[in-house]
């Protein structure tokens, strides 16, 4: 089974800190996506990552980066943490595609809450 | 913006009922996918249907996907308490465009059954 885990599942931070949300998977996939679920607004797409050193923008990649440094391993950086990124991080995989968009596998959420 | 839309956003149904959640899109997909999340979880793939096909069945799922219409259907049937979560139907960017590669998330449908 793919396993994708996530650093930590609650995180509390002060506004203006910076955080790191680290993203490992151990089944070789090229592709990686960070999303963030918000109540009301389902899930929307930060950034994502073909391979390494690749990033792409999603849809909302504004005060978020992204570091993909090796294969395995997908950061979502928030540099200077507000109180609008309290959220719900999710993290998701995918091998590469062959042209069909096949299904992504989640890890199990990092919730963040900025004061 | 959302590509995918669920319908209804909530639904509480007993035990041993069927329950049916519905999905629009607005663009050309070449597949549609339904995912499950449990409360505070990340999401697991649970059927995933190609645009020429009209029905598939997975368990006790019923997909169907209706390509003129831009609509698709989940139907679980005989309902049980664990089946409670959120479902969501994702839809890939059309190859050759500029969101190629992305799953684009409805907002999801609540589903809730009693014992």
């Known amino acids: 089974d793919v396993k994708v885990t996530q650093s930590s599942r609650y995180l509390v931070k002060r506004t203006g800190e910076k955080v790191f949300l680290e993203c490992v998977q151990d089944?070789?996939?090229?592709?990686m996506f960070w999303y963030r679920q918000d109540p009301g607004l389902g899930l929307r797409l930060i950034y994502f990552s073909y391979d390494v050193k690749m990033k792409e923008k999603g849809d909302i990649p504004e005060g978020y980066s992204v570091s993909r440094e090796k294969k395995e391993r997908f950061s979502l950086i928030l540099e200077s943490t507000s109180t609008n990124q309290t959220s719900m991080y999710l993290c998701?995989?995918?091998?590469?595609?062959?042209?069909?968009?096949?299904?992504?596998?989640f890890g199990s959420g990092t919730q963040l809450s900025v004061l | 913006s959302q590509q995918g839309e669920e319908d209804p956003q909530a639904l509480s149904i007993q035990e041993g009922e069927n329950a049916t959640m519905n999905c629009s899109y607005k663009?050309?997909?070449?597949?549609l996918q339904w995912y499950r999340q449990n409360s505070g979880r990340g999401l697991v793939h649970l059927i995933l249907?190609?645009?020429?096909?009209r029905e598939k069945h997975s368990g006790r799922l019923r997909v169907t996907l209706d390509t003129s219409k831009k609509s698709s259907s989940l139907l679980i049937t005989a309902s049980r308490a664990a089946d409670t979560a959120s479902y969501f139907c994702a839809t890939p960017g059309v190859a050759g465009g500029t969101s190629y590669g992305k799953l684009t998330f409805g907002q999801g449908t609540i589903l809730t059954v009693h014992p």
């Open positions: 089944m070789d996939h090229e592709n």
């Open positions: 998701a995989t995918r091998p590469r595609v062959s042209g069909a968009n096949e299904k992504l596998f």
């Open positions: 663009t050309s997909i070449n597949n």
């Open positions: 249907i190609r645009s020429n096909e």
